[in-house]
């Protein structure tokens, strides 16, 4: 064989040697590329297989503990593991916020956030180390709504005289709020913009002395939740002259919204609703979503809401998100243009 004939020879044999390593290695490339995509759908639904954490960033026994806990007794049986609550609270929420910004991105570790956790917070709260985006919208759980009410022995009947007696009295009518920058100081602000008035604001350290005060009519007028409006207002202890809702709400359907009475501005609720880290695989995050949202819709959660005067709220996490941006921008107008802080 002639040199010539001798190197093409090896060169052929070489360049097949050399396909069939690249073919066997790509042979095993798809082999191993098969096994991830079988696993993945796998692990997608292995989770959870271990408890969860939801962090409540108030103390122990208020309203938000309440529903937190009614939530996750459900959501617990959802899932087939449990969700335990820790009690995380402090700064106005930012601290079991904080929290759950800074913690493993694995779907374990969830928030059960107010809407002052990101509506009011970055508006107020220089010191906060956290913010939306930080966070993945998981489900909405509930809407608070919220009533405006007067001591028994105001002047007042309904809303029209008390706007003309807020009117010939201006700065004279005392309105609780549960503490500077707190929603109910922001409702309270959103009825006296929407009825043209001014009311002076008397700030409590939360609800309960708010409420005390009313009853003593030390105060003249308060936006509450429904949890001490129902039974106040049907005991006579204080009146309720109209709700902040859309519409008129089972608990008070006596009571008329502002909005059938002519003031469409005054609108509003707080509401709770379950955030996760940003950056939780997506699985883990469609599967508590879809699990929370059927809790939410079901019958029994609802008749469980109904005492404490919450609303079942579902919405998906796309809606969840823009709701949260909605609020936010329109809170933050509002407490710029009224000069709210927080001493």
Same mark, same amino acid.
């Given at each position: 064989m002639s040199f010539q004939a001798k190197a093409q020879w090896t060169g052929a044999k070489g360049e097949n040697v050399s396909n069939n390593k690249k073919g066997r290695w790509f042979a095993i490339a798809a082999v191993?590329?098969?096994?991830?995509?079988?696993?993945?759908?796998?692990?997608? =639904?292995?989770?959870?297989?271990?408890?969860?954490?939801?962090? +409540?960033?108030?103390?122990?026994?208020?309203?938000?503990?309440?529903?937190?806990?009614?939530?996750?007794? =459900?959501?617990?049986?959802?899932?087939?593991?449990?969700?335990?609550?820790?009690?995380?609270?402090?700064?106005?929420?930012?601290?079991?916020?904080?929290?759950?910004?800074?913690?493993?991105?694995?779907?374990y570790t969830l928030l059960f956030a107010s809407a002052t956790t990101f509506t009011t917070n970055p508006h107020l709260l220089a010191s906060i180390k956290y913010k939306l985006?930080?966070?993945?919208? +998981?489900?909405?759980?509930?809407?608070?709504?919220?009533?405006f009410v007067v001591k028994k022995d105001f002047p007042a009947a309904d809303v029209a005289a008390f706007r003309a007696y807020a009117l010939a009295n201006p700065s004279?009518?005392?309105?609780?709020?549960?503490?500077?920058?707190?929603?109910?100081?922001?409702?309270?602000?959103?009825?006296?913009?929407?009825l043209g008035v001014k009311l002076q604001h008397v700030h409590y350290r939360g609800a309960a002395p708010a409420m005390n005060d009313m009853l003593a009519g030390i105060v003249d007028s308060n936006v509450e939740a429904l949890t001490n409006t129902v039974p106040n207002h049907k005991a006579g202890m204080y009146r309720a002259l109209a709700v902040l809702s859309e519409e008129r709400l089972p608990q008070l359907p006596d009571v008329p919204t502002f909005k059938e009475l002519g003031f469409p501005s005054i609108v509003g609720a707080t509401w709770f609703a379950v955030f996760a880290p940003a950056g939780t695989p997506q699985p883990a995050l469609d599967r508590l979503s879809a699990a929370i949202t059927r809790i939410v819709k079901t019958p029994e959660f609802a008749k469980k809401m109904e005492p404490i005067g919450n609303q079942p709220w579902p919405m998906t996490p796309a809606e969840l998100e823009t709701h949260v941006k909605s609020e936010r921008d329109r809170l933050g107008k509002l407490i710029r243009e009224a000069n709210i802080a927080v001493d």
């Open positions: 191993l590329a098969a096994s991830l995509f079988a696993i993945a759908p796998g692990q997608a =639904q292995q989770y959870p297989d271990r408890n969860i954490t939801m962090v +409540v960033p108030f103390p122990p026994g208020g309203t938000t503990d309440i529903v937190a806990r009614i939530l996750t007794e =459900q959501l617990s049986a959802e899932l087939g593991k449990q969700v335990v609550i820790e009690n995380r609270g402090g700064a106005s929420t930012s601290i079991g916020a904080q929290v759950v910004a800074g913690a493993d991105k694995d779907g985006e930080d966070f993945a919208p +998981v489900a909405m759980v509930v809407k608070v709504p919220f009533a004279k009518v005392n309105n609780a709020t549960n503490g500077p920058g707190s929603t109910v100081h922001l409702m309270g602000e959103i009825v006296a913009r929407g």
